[in-house]
């Protein structure tokens, strides 16, 4: 670059021949020249200054990467690594440039992936997945994961591969990690399934002691009843066995009253039979209730579940309570009957808990089934204070409740959520325009069991 005069020097003389005009020109188009001279110099200073900029964050992109990365030309020769690889592979990045990418790998097998990948002249541009072992440092064959990538110039050309590969045994050890996560998740849930389960029991615990001791007192009075008869018996046929004549056992089989009590024992035992037997069935339903629930499905009539969950729901409600329900055709739908009783029944005691809330008005629960062409439609509404505005985004939110401390968990109405989500259904809440609310659960509808 030619040196720029000072500015407080004496303009040079002009050559001879050459007027002043033409000097002054001169001099101008030097300024000029010189000065465009200084903005490129600036310029490139600036770009290089932004290229040295973008190769620092390009190595420390390629330092930071946990995967290895290798950058190959059409030949497969190593023209960019990154700081994984080299501690795979125990080179260097300037040993390693150069390189054939297939002396990094450990077996002919790989070499054979490697090259047919290499090889193909129809890539797609999201690469292909191969499994390779390269050479680790220590000369041990080490299993990856890579996916191959083509390098393409401006004219669409293939100039190279961009391999980007993890140990295998990372993957194995990130899928175990997982698999454990969602083992514990699977089992947290059904232990919370049955707690709300047992919660669930619990506010039905009066009505089932109230259901058992009716077949329960039952079953004691004609045990009692049954007591005297044997020893009205026993009396009679030791006397008969001692030989007595007939005139005095005849007196004594009419003072005894046999002849009633041989009447009676028949539907003396039946009544007893049929209060064990409802004895019975309370306690393997209360049994089969409270049973952790196997995550088998089958096809099943909704109508016999709710007709369950009624059954045990009603046991606690109040004698004041109308229940308008009439179970219709057979609704064949295909899941757990337990977990699905269990949703029915959260809904039915949700139900009753927000016509408590009403005092002087008698509960009124309203239960429906309606079919459509696909889906099955399962509808409970109440005749209780509705829900707020503020609360019906929130109410199926876990532990979310509007009763007090003591009276509710707020698990139901989520844990119900979550059933009927993973038997492909969808748990609504609205409320009516006559007043109360309204639940409805939607679930695909089959058209007959299988066989």
């Not at 290089?48 to 290798?70: G, K, P, T, Y």
């Not at 709300?196 to 259901?211: N, T």
């Not at 089934?369 to 503020?390: F, K, M, Q, W, Y």
């Amino acid at each position: 670059m030619a040196p720029r005069r000072r500015m407080d020097a004496p303009p040079p003389l002009p050559p001879q021949g050459m007027d002043d005009a033409a000097w002054v020109d001169v001099i101008q188009k030097m300024d000029e020249v010189y000065s465009q001279l200084v903005t490129d110099e600036i310029e490139l200073e600036k770009k290089n200054a932004e290229l040295e900029q973008s190769q620092q964050f390009i190595f420390s992109v390629l330092s930071a990467m946990s995967d290895v990365l290798v950058v190959c030309d059409a030949q497969g020769l190593i023209e960019e690594t990154n700081a994984a690889l080299c501690e795979l592979v125990g080179r260097t990045d300037q040993q390693l440039r150069g390189t054939s990418l297939y002396d990094l790998l450990a077996d002919d097998g790989s070499v054979a992936a490697a090259r047919s990948v290499m090889a193909n002249r129809s890539p797609t541009r999201r690469g292909e997945s191969i499994e390779l072992n390269l050479r680790g440092a220590g000369g041990e064959a080490v299993p990856v994961d890579a996916n191959c990538t083509p390098r393409f110039a401006a004219s669409q050309r293939r100039v190279g591969t961009v391999l980007v590969a993890r140990p295998t045994a990372e993957i194995r050890r990130a899928y175990e990690e997982l698999r454990t996560a969602h083992e514990a998740l699977k089992r947290t849930q059904q232990q919370l399934l049955h707690s709300e389960k047992m919660a669930s029991l619990g506010r039905l615990v009066a009505g089932v002691a109230h259901e058992l001791n009716n077949p329960i007192s039952f079953v004691l009075g004609n045990v009692h009843a049954l007591g005297r008869y044997s020893d009205r018996l026993r009396d009679y046929l030791q006397a008969a066995h001692e030989g007595r004549d007939a005139e005095e056992l005849q007196a004594m089989r009419t003072r005894l009253r046999v002849d009633h009590i041989l009447d009676d024992l028949p539907s003396l035992l039946e009544g007893t039979l049929e209060g064990a037997q409802r004895t019975a069935d309370i306690v393997n339903g209360l049994k089969r209730f409270s049973a952790i629930d196997p995550e088998t499905r089958q096809d099943i009539d909704l109508n016999e579940v709710v007709d369950r969950a009624v059954l045990w729901v009603t046991k606690g409600a109040p004698s004041s309570l109308t229940l308008h329900w009439q179970p219709r055709a057979p609704c064949w739908v295909h899941g757990n009957a337990g977990q699905l009783q269990q949703v029915v029944m959260n809904l039915l005691q949700n139900a009753l808990d927000a016509t408590s809330e009403l005092p002087g008005q008698a509960p009124e629960l309203r239960i429906e089934i309606v079919n459509s062409d696909e889906h099955v439609h399962l509808r409970v509404a109440d005749n209780g204070p509705g829900i707020s505005t503020a609360h019906l985004s929130h109410i199926f939110e876990p532990f979310f409740t509007t009763k007090p401390v003591g009276k509710g968990t707020g698990l139901g109405l989520s844990i119900s959520y979550g059933i009927v989500e993973r038997h492909g259904g969808v748990l609504r809440a609205q409320n009516l325009a006559a007043g109360g609310a309204q639940f409805e659960v939607t679930l695909r509808r089959l058209a007959a069991p299988a066989a």
